[in-house]
């Protein structure tokens, strides 16, 4: 149980949750709803309004409001239990605490607390801690616990908290006091949890403050937007667009972007792919190089360049490291490799932007083979929204293609073409994942499989504005890249990440799509004016009844 939860009277509680009595509030009394669906509302509203609710702070946005609290560097949300997700984003209304997750938890807020003690002296001074310990105390908890809760304080919670202090220093000391304080503060809700509950429909000017700064920068809001909500200005269109612009323009907002995109695609798992060491036996050597090219390469495109979605499928440049990118050139092991402003060329080969790379490639692959199937439903749902329904629930028993020496995979996957219960969805999946057989179950190109001639050629007619026939997936990136498809895909996951939550089948989607068209077309397919556009928008503020 966390430190004070049942001495303090709930420190923290959210107005839901029943806390005039002070039972246990700090101990996560606010769990088991959040639990079950993300607090109080868990369906959405089809009028086009997101539902009033709360919602658990993502590992890393734990990690950031660590920071920003008390200074200390936080890497305690890679330990904790894995994120849950909705539609691949880990920001969303379904996140839990479980007990796995309040053991976690409580062992990294002690150790936590005990950092802070070696920063007293900036977070909480005190001239005579002897005999003004209560009182210094007090005056740190009346500004320390508005940053915690990311609003004002309500005096009862501040008297829990001084109990609570006060219970940590007897027979102690004054340090002892507070990091008993501080690791109640973080394990207590108004912490863990980022309120949308609002007031008449509208979320409090503090609750936009929070929702801002955690969609944009992935932690808690600034100075200067806490000082907007206390000016009651952020119920303005204008000012809220003008914070985000500044947000964007800030490296957490890079960080934040390429989590988006990298999410989005599910590239982002290539820390936890494995592969056959047999059959790719340079690939673990090669994987932290992957993850870095990734990063590096979103956050280049849609932060440092601002650029469009269709940037990201077209460039033909790479930051990869000397030995992956002499993979991709197909250079030998100790051959140079030429840079411009620290990007390689990619013009005299055939890959382009993130279908190019070995992150996606090597995600979307067996661990000893390459998956035709997984790359191709993956752009099919990803990129361009295009439905591909599950196999179960078409009643169809999957069965894979027998393993054949003498055959190469696409020719084994032929099969799906004969058989009448899978050709009405294959005949749409396999032709892309088809194309891209020329690239490996890493990312390495080639052209024999098998002793058998690789053939990556494809005929797509999906009913899409890029069917056509295509020499490779190369070819197919570069139609796919400019389609109106992949524009408003993008779009409907961008909001699906900022409203934390899937809202496929809820009007509040349906209203940020209409937005959108409005939108200059230079401007639809940046992540960053996207998220701006919802920011400024009514939506972003309006809350349907709990």
Same mark, same amino acid.
């Given at each position: 149980?966390?430190?004070?939860?049942?001495?303090?009277?709930?420190?923290?509680?959210?107005?839901?949750?029943?806390?005039?009595?002070g039972?246990? &509030?700090?101990?996560g009394?606010?769990? !088991? #709803?959040?639990?079950?669906?993300?607090?109080?509302?868990?369906?959405?509203?089809?009028?086009?309004?997101?539902?009033?609710?709360?919602?658990?702070?993502?590992?890393?946005?734990?990690?950031?409001?660590?920071?920003a609290?008390?200074?200390?560097?936080?890497? =305690?949300?890679?330990?904790?239990?894995?994120?849950?997700?909705?539609?691949?984003?880990?920001r969303?209304?379904?996140q839990? #605490?479980?007990?796995?997750?309040?053991?976690?938890?409580?062992?990294?807020?002690?150790?936590?607390a %005990?950092?802070?003690?070696?920063?007293?002296?900036?977070?909480?001074?005190?001239n005579?801690?002897?005999?003004?310990?209560?009182?210094?105390?007090?005056?740190?908890?009346?500004? =320390?616990?508005?940053?915690?809760?990311?609003?004002?304080?309500?005096?009862r919670?501040?008297?829990?908290?001084?109990?609570?202090? @006060?219970?940590?220093?007897?027979?102690?000391?004054?340090?002892?006091?507070?990091?008993? #304080?501080?690791?109640?503060?973080?394990e207590?809700?108004?912490?863990?949890y980022?309120?949308e509950?609002?007031?008449?429909?509208?979320?409090?000017?503090?609750?936009?403050?929070?929702?801002?700064?955690?969609?944009?920068?992935?932690?808690p809001?600034?100075?200067?937007?806490?000082?907007?909500?206390?000016?009651?200005?952020? *119920?303005? /269109?204008?000012?809220?667009?003008?914070?985000?612009?500044?947000?964007l323009? *800030?490296?957490?907002?890079?960080a934040?972007?390429?989590?988006? #995109?990298?999410?989005?695609?599910?590239?982002?798992?290539?820390?936890?792919?494995? @592969?056959?060491?047999?059959?790719?036996? $340079?690939?673990?050597?090669?994987?932290?190089?992957?993850q870095?090219?990734?990063? &590096?390469f979103?956050?280049?495109?849609?932060?440092?360049?601002?650029?469009?979605?269709?940037?990201?499928?077209?460039?033909?440049?790479?930051?990869?490291?000397?030995?992956?990118?002499r993979?991709?050139?197909?250079?030998?092991?100790?051959? %140079?490799?030429?840079?411009?402003?620290? @990007?390689?060329?990619?013009?005299?080969?055939?890959?382009?932007?993130?279908?190019?790379?070995?992150?996606?490639?090597?995600?979307?692959?067996?661990?000893?083979?390459t998956? /035709?199937?997984?790359?191709g439903?993956?752009?099919?749902?990803?990129?361009?929204? =295009?439905?591909?329904? &599950? /196999?179960?629930?078409?009643?169809?028993n999957?069965?894979?293609?027998? *393993?054949? !020496?003498?055959?190469?995979?696409?020719?084994?996957?032929?099969?799906?073409? @004969?058989?009448?219960?899978c050709?009405?969805?294959?005949?749409?999946?396999?032709?892309?994942?088809?194309?891209f057989?020329?690239?490996?179950?890493?990312?390495?190109?080639?052209?024999?499989?098998?002793?058998?001639?690789?053939?990556?050629?494809a %005929?797509?007619q999906?009913?899409?504005?890029?069917?056509?026939?295509?020499? $490779?997936?190369?070819?197919l990136?570069?139609?796919?890249?400019?389609?109106?498809?992949?524009?408003s895909? =993008?779009?409907?996951?961008?909001?699906?990440?900022?409203?934390?939550?899937?809202?496929?089948?809820e009007?509040?989607?349906?209203?940020?799509?209409?937005?959108?068209?409005?939108?200059p077309?230079?401007?639809?397919?940046?992540?960053?004016?996207?998220? &701006?556009?919802?920011?400024?928008?009514?939506?972003?503020?309006?809350?349907?009844?709990?």
């Amino acid at each position: 149980m966390p430190v004070g939860a049942s001495a303090a009277g709930g420190p923290g509680l959210v107005p839901w949750a029943g806390n005039a009595s002070g039972s246990a &509030a700090g101990s996560g009394a606010a769990a !088991p #709803v959040a639990a079950n669906g993300g607090g109080p509302t868990a369906a959405g509203s089809a009028s086009g309004a997101l539902p009033a609710r709360i919602r658990r702070l993502t590992n890393a946005e734990f990690d950031a409001s660590v920071k920003a609290l008390l200074g200390v560097e936080s890497k =305690f949300g890679a330990s904790f239990t894995p994120d849950t997700r909705q539609t691949g984003f880990t920001r969303n209304d379904a996140q839990r #605490v479980d007990p796995v997750f309040m053991t976690q938890l409580d062992a990294a807020a002690k150790q936590l607390a %005990q950092a802070a003690k070696d920063r007293l002296s900036q977070l909480a001074p005190c001239n005579d801690p002897n005999t003004g310990g209560e009182a210094c105390a007090r005056t740190f908890l009346a500004s =320390f616990v508005p940053r915690a809760y990311r609003r004002p304080a309500e005096p009862r919670e501040l008297d829990a908290l001084l109990a609570v202090y @006060k219970i940590g220093a007897e027979g102690a000391s004054y340090a002892d006091g507070l990091a008993v #304080v501080i690791q109640a503060l973080l394990e207590s809700p108004g912490f863990l949890y980022v309120t949308e509950l609002g007031a008449a429909g509208r979320l409090t000017d503090h609750e936009i403050a929070s929702a801002l700064a955690y969609l944009l920068s992935g932690g808690p809001p600034d100075n200067e937007l806490l000082m907007a909500a206390k000016a009651g200005q952020l *119920q303005l /269109p204008e000012v809220r667009k003008m914070h985000a612009v500044r947000l964007l323009a *800030q490296p957490a907002a890079a960080a934040q972007l390429t989590r988006m #995109v990298q999410e989005w695609l599910g590239i982002d798992r290539i820390s936890d792919t494995a @592969k056959d060491s047999k059959v790719y036996p $340079d690939f673990e050597g090669l994987r932290p190089a992957m993850q870095k090219e990734a990063d &590096a390469f979103v956050s280049e495109v849609v932060w440092k360049r601002k650029g469009s979605v269709s940037d990201l499928f077209t460039a033909d440049w790479t930051p990869a490291e000397d030995a992956l990118a002499r993979m991709y050139l197909n250079l030998q092991p100790n051959a %140079q490799v030429t840079r411009n402003d620290g @990007k390689v060329s990619l013009s005299g080969v055939r890959r382009r932007g993130l279908l190019g790379q070995a992150a996606f490639l090597s995600v979307y692959a067996h661990a000893h083979e390459t998956a /035709p199937v997984l790359r191709g439903v993956t752009v099919l749902r990803k990129l361009a929204c =295009f439905n591909v329904p &599950a /196999p179960t629930s078409l009643n169809v028993n999957i069965v894979p293609p027998v *393993q054949d !020496p003498q055959k190469t995979t696409r020719e084994r996957f032929a099969i799906h073409s @004969k058989d009448a219960a899978c050709a009405a969805c294959h005949k749409n999946i396999d032709p892309i994942g088809f194309s891209f057989e020329w690239l490996d179950g890493m990312g390495r190109e080639r052209a024999m499989e098998n002793n058998r001639p690789i053939d990556s050629s494809a %005929q797509l007619q999906a009913g899409l504005s890029f069917d056509g026939s295509y020499a $490779d997936s190369g070819a197919l990136s570069a139609q796919l890249a400019g389609s109106p498809e992949l524009a408003s895909c =993008f779009a409907r996951h961008v909001f699906r990440n900022a409203a934390a939550r899937n809202t496929e089948n809820e009007g509040a989607e349906a209203a940020f799509l209409k937005q959108v068209e409005a939108m200059p077309a230079s401007e639809r397919g940046k992540p960053g004016e996207l998220l &701006a556009t919802f920011v400024a928008s009514d939506l972003f503020v309006t809350r349907g009844a709990q």
